[in-house]
Each structure stands twice: as structure tokens, then as C-alpha cells.
């Protein structure tokens, strides 16, 4: 729910971010849950408009920076 309402927002809130943060710092079966649905978002980037696309990647950004999920997020993508 937090990851769909933070995508759904015209501008990032970085509230969700802090939710999301506080939940895996809770619990690491949390950083998995919120992997899976990432990778649910990156199966359907291309249905995702330019702000739903802005808002999951600062998400993920933010997340990556405080070391609170791997890499392994972005798996899914394809970047060659």
C-alpha cells in the first residue's frame, strides 16, 4: 500500500519513503516484500506514466542510498 500511494502522488513524499524505511529497519522480511513489488512496478514500467515513473525510482533511490535494499531490486531491468 505504502509503495502505491507513494507512486500515485503528484510529487515524491519523502514520508512514504520514511514509512517504508521504518518497516524494514522493523523487520527485514519487509525489504523483501517491498522487492517483489518492485519488481511487480518494473514488470510494468511501460504502463507507468512519466510521474509514476519519477516517483518509484526516487523511491527506490533513496532507499538504495541508505543501504536499506540491495541492488537485486533492479534486477529485472534491462540496461544494456
Avoid: P
Avoid at 514520508?15 to 523487520?27: A, D, E, P
Avoid at 525510482?57 to 532507499?63: D, E, G, N, R, V
Wanted: net charge positive; with cysteine.
Amino acid at each position: 500500500i505504502c509503495v502505491l500511494t507513494s507512486v500515485k502522488e503528484t510529487d515524491f513524499n519523502k514520508f512514504y519513503y520514511s514509512l517504508i524505511s521504518m518497516f524494514i529497519k522493523y523487520n527485514k522480511d519487509y525489504k523483501y516484500t517491498f522487492q517483489y513489488t518492485c519488481w511487480d512496478y518494473i514488470r510494468n514500467f511501460d504502463n507507468l506514466n512519466k510521474n509514476e515513473t519519477k516517483n518509484l525510482s526516487l523511491l527506490i533511490c533513496y532507499l538504495l542510498k541508505d543501504n536499506l535494499v540491495n541492488f537485486t531490486t533492479l534486477l529485472l531491468l534491462n540496461i544494456t
